[in-house]
């Protein structure tokens, strides 16, 4: 969303106000005044959109992840715990972009470990992952747009931006992504040896997730 810069004349009363819940949001004087100006005239912000979406995904959570504190409007973080030695946490980090074009953001999945084989794990399950989402997306006609990277215990992939979801569609529509893939991970932490057992199930349930809509 384009901006501009414009002068203004504020009483200091009201700039010293300005900044203290600037300062508790996390945010600049300039963004929060755009912020309170567009809700008072009904104008849609990046940070509004952004707001929706994480809203509805704050109302679906379950008991299975906590939500980590904001820091950022774009950012949000779920974690959860593996059953596995030591109960090692995974975060879910769902990182918007203010003005999604080709993706809605990305998605950055991190296990919290110094442990090399358990993010020996990690890499070999989203190897798996990543053959599985690319193979789906090619019967899809969609694999062009599936980008990601996987490195030491961590992956990241774009979300998908079809245009055709409203905010809390896309909310929805992520953490529906966010369980299957926890679902899918925990699976294959509690019983790698025999992980190939379930594997058709997976591709099947992945798919028809995909095909109802594309993210």
């Excluded at 961590?154 to 998908?160: E, G, N």
């Excluded at 679902?183 to 992945?206: C, D, G, M, W």
Aim: overall charge negative; aromatic content about 12%; glycine content about 2%.
């Amino acid at each position: 969303m384009k901006k501009s810069v414009y002068s203004l004349v504020l009483m200091d009363d009201v700039i010293r106000a300005v900044d203290e819940q600037a300062y508790k949001l996390g945010t600049s004087r300039s963004n929060l005044i755009n912020q309170i100006l567009a809700e008072h005239l009904s104008c849609v912000t990046p940070e509004m959109r952004m707001r929706d979406i994480f809203t509805a995904i704050t109302d679906m959570v379950n008991a299975d992840f906590q939500i980590q504190q904001r820091r950022s409007d774009s950012l949000m973080t779920l974690r959860t715990a593996l059953e596995y030695k030591y109960r090692p946490t995974i975060n879910y980090k769902v990182e918007l972009e203010r003005s999604p074009a080709k993706y809605l953001g990305t998605l950055r999945v991190q296990i919290r470990s110094q442990s090399v084989s358990l993010i020996n794990l990690f890499n070999s399950f989203f190897s798996y992952w990543i053959s599985l989402e690319a193979e789906t997306l090619r019967q899809l006609s969609m694999d062009d747009y599936y980008d990601y990277e996987l490195s030491s215990g961590s992956f990241t992939r774009s979300l998908i931006n079809t245009g055709t979801l409203s905010d809390e569609e896309t909310g929805e529509l992520i953490y529906a992504y966010i369980m299957f893939l926890d679902k899918t991970v925990k699976l294959f932490f509690s019983a790698p040896n025999s992980f190939s057992q379930a594997e058709p199930e997976i591709r099947s349930e992945y798919k028809h997730l995909l095909e109802q809509k594309i993210i």
